[in-house]
C-alpha cells in the first residue's frame, strides 16, 4: 500500500534560517510522482512541485529547493533564508503511474511551518 | 480568471440535516475530486470523477454522495449518515484523472455541525 509520512508535526524556526521539511514514501509502483503543496491560513492549497519517479535530480526554485532521493524513499524540502510569509501547513503527496486507472494522490499528515519574526 | 470555487465559506448545519457543498471550475478540467481534512490531519479522499456521470468512491465515501452532471460542476452532499461531518472540504480538479498530473484547490468550505 502507498503511504507518505511526514514525522514532524510542527517546526518553529526563526526568520532568515534555513529549515528541511522531511518526507519519506511508501510504494510499490516503479512509476510514480510526488508532490508538494502548501496550504496557508486562508486553507487553500497550493501546488508547489511535482517529480516523477526517474528523475533525481534535485530542483531549486528562488528560495525553494528539493531533494528527491530513491535509495531512501524521501523528497525532502528546504527553504533557505526563511521569511514570515512562509509560515504554512506543508503537505508531501504521492501518485501512482499515470497508466493506472484509478491513480490517486495519497497525502501525508503535513507539517505546519511557522516562521517567526 | 480560472479557477475553482467553492460555496460557501462558511456552513453551519443542525444535526439530521443534509447539506450540499458546490464547487465549480472553469479550467476545462476533466477529473474533479472531494477532500476532508481534520485538524492536524492530511487530506482523505471522499469521491472523485474522471468524466460526466461517471464517478468512483474515495477512501471515506460513507455518509456522502456526489453528483457530476456537468464537466464544471460536482457537488457534495453531506447527508444525515455521516456521523462526524465537522470538518474542511476541498475541492480539486486535474486535467485528467492521472498521476501525472497536480490537482489544482479551491479554497474550501468549513462545515460545522451544531
Known amino acids: 500500500a502507498q503511504k507518505v509520512t511526514q514525522a514532524q508535526t510542527e517546526i518553529s524556526v526563526v526568520e532568515k534560517e534555513d529549515v528541511t521539511l522531511d518526507c519519506v514514501y511508501e510504494?510499490?509502483?516503479?512509476?510514480?510522482?510526488l508532490f508538494w503543496y502548501k496550504q496557508p491560513p486562508s486553507g487553500e492549497l497550493v501546488f508547489l512541485i511535482r517529480?516523477?519517479?526517474?528523475?533525481?535530480q534535485n530542483e531549486i526554485s528562488g528560495r525553494y529547493s528539493w531533494n528527491f532521493q530513491k535509495s531512501t524513499s524521501s523528497f525532502n524540502f528546504t527553504i533557505t533564508a526563511s521569511q514570515v510569509v512562509d509560515s504554512a501547513v506543508y503537505f508531501c503527496?504521492?501518485?501512482?503511474?499515470?497508466?493506472?486507472?484509478?491513480?490517486?494522490?495519497?497525502f501525508g499528515s503535513g507539517t505546519r511551518l511557522s516562521i517567526r519574526p | 480568471d480560472g479557477g475553482i470555487t467553492q460555496s460557501p465559506k462558511y456552513l453551519f448545519r443542525k444535526e439530521g440535516q443534509n447539506v450540499t457543498l458546490s464547487c465549480e471550475q472553469n479550467l476545462n478540467h476533466d477529473a474533479m475530486y472531494w477532500y476532508r481534512q481534520d485538524p492536524g490531519q492530511g487530506l482523505r479522499l471522499i469521491y472523485y470523477s474522471q468524466i460526466v456521470n461517471d464517478f468512483q468512491k474515495g477512501d471515506i465515501a460513507e455518509g456522502y454522495s456526489v453528483s457530476r452532471e456537468k464537466k464544471e460542476s460536482f457537488p457534495l452532499t453531506v447527508t444525515s449518515a455521516q456521523k462526524n461531518p465537522t470538518a474542511f472540504y476541498l475541492c480539486?480538479?486535474?486535467?485528467?484523472?492521472?498521476?501525472?498530473?497536480?490537482?489544482?484547490f479551491g479554497p474550501g468550505t468549513r462545515l460545522t455541525v451544531l
Open positions: 510504494t510499490r509502483d516503479t512509476t510514480y510522482y
Open positions: 503527496a504521492l501518485s501512482e503511474s499515470a497508466y493506472s486507472s484509478a491513480s490517486k494522490i495519497i
Open positions: 517529480r516523477n519517479s526517474f528523475d533525481e
Open positions: 480539486a480538479s486535474s486535467l485528467r484523472e492521472s498521476g501525472s498530473n497536480e490537482q489544482f
